[in-house]
T-cell receptor
Framework: AQRVTQPEKLLSVFKGAPVELKCNYS??????LFWYVQYSRQRLQLLLR??SRESIKGFTADLNKGETSFHLKKPFAQEEDSAMYYC????????????FGTGTRLQVTL | NAGVTQTPKFQVLKTGQSMTLQCAQD?????MYWYRQDPGMGLRLIYY???????DKGEVPNGYNVSRLNKREFSLRLESAAPSQTSVYFC???????????FGPGTRLTVT
């Protein structure tokens, strides 16, 4: 079974500081990896997918197969980045089910 | 487009009562999912439906049943609610050619 680990429940940083949200996965094949974000009073929504290799809202995530990691990074945190972040691993089957990590709450303070 | 809608938004049940959570999507998606979200546990898949007429168990299916009524609707039923089912329930859908799951606003269920 797939497993996604997010070791930090809460990450508190100052505005303008770099952010790194950690994610490790276990998957024997080629994983589909995602970051989903849930802002206060909003729905869970997709932030990044590893294959797209794009930067969304200043966030990037690199897949490191050797370390089985998919950490989410941003060089300068903004107040509006405060949210709950979930790393997720997906299979490539017809239903493409996701396995979510336990989530990390990012708190950006002034 | 409303996207994924869920009803009700909040519900309080007594132990042993039954209820059905409703989910509908207007994006013509084939796949639909039910998750529960618990503090410290993240989101866990309860049931999913790859297409109309098919359903399958996820990680935590015990105590739940589902119905894929048609392509738009996917309901989750609790036959005899237990306090352990107190949670926030999310429905999601995904199109065949897309990797992204779209989530509903959630239903907060409390079982006393």
């Amino acid at each position: 079974a797939q497993r996604v680990t997010q070791p930090e429940k809460l990450l508190s940083v100052f505005k303008g500081a770099p952010v790194e949200l950690k994610c490790n996965y276990s998957y024997s094949g080629s994983p589909e990896l995602f970051w989903y974000v849930q802002y206060s009073r909003q729905r869970l929504q997709l932030l990044l997918r590893h294959i797209s290799r794009e930067s969304i809202k200043g966030f990037t995530a690199d897949l490191n197969k050797g370390e089985t990691s998919f950490h989410l990074k941003k060089p300068f945190a903004q107040e509006e980045d405060s949210a709950m972040y979930y790393c997720a691993s997906g299979d490539t089957g017809t239903a493409s089910k996701l396995t979510f990590g336990t989530g990390t709450r990012l708190q950006v303070t002034l | 487009n409303a996207g994924v809608t869920q009803t009700p938004k909040f519900q309080v049940l007594k132990t042993g009562q039954s209820m059905t959570l409703q989910c509908a999507q207007d994006m013509n998606h084939n796949s639909m999912y039910w998750y529960r979200q618990d503090p410290g546990m993240g989101l866990r898949l309860i049931y999913y439906s790859a297409s109309e007429g098919t359903t399958d168990k996820g990680e935590v299916p015990n105590g739940y049943n589902v119905s894929r009524l048609n392509k738009r609707e996917f309901s989750l039923r609790l036959e005899s609610a237990a306090p352990s089912q107190t949670s926030v329930y999310f429905c999601a859908s995904r199109g065949t050619l897309s990797y992204e799951q779209y989530f509903g606003p959630g239903t907060r269920l409390t079982v006393t």
